[in-house]
């Protein structure tokens, strides 16, 4: 496999990251049980460290 196709594998695999986040942190809002009770993940955060990270494999996969 070439660079190229490195790039975009792992594009692919990060922006996988920002769904499953974004899902992740959309059930944590919509859930039904205790509202006090704080998740110790940070869904959000890992969505748009995700979100940079597949924007940076985007440009370096057609930089290449």
């Known amino acids: ?3 190229q196709h490195w790039m975009w594998t792992a594009d692919g695999a990060a922006l ?3 769904l499953l986040a ?3 942190d959309w059930r944590r809002m919509h ?3 205790n509202i006090d009770d704080i998740g110790w ?3 959000r955060g890992i ?3 995700g979100f940079f990270a597949a924007l940076a ?3 370096l ?3 290449s």
Do not use: K, N, Y
């Open 1 to 3: 496999m070439t660079m």
């Open 16 to 18: 996988a990251v920002v």
């Open 57 to 59: 494999f985007t440009i």
């Open 22 to 24: 974004g899902i992740a």
């Open 31 to 33: 859930r039904r049980s």
């Open 61 to 63: 996969a057609l930089h």
């Open 47 to 49: 969505q748009v460290v």
């Open 41 to 43: 993940v940070p869904w």
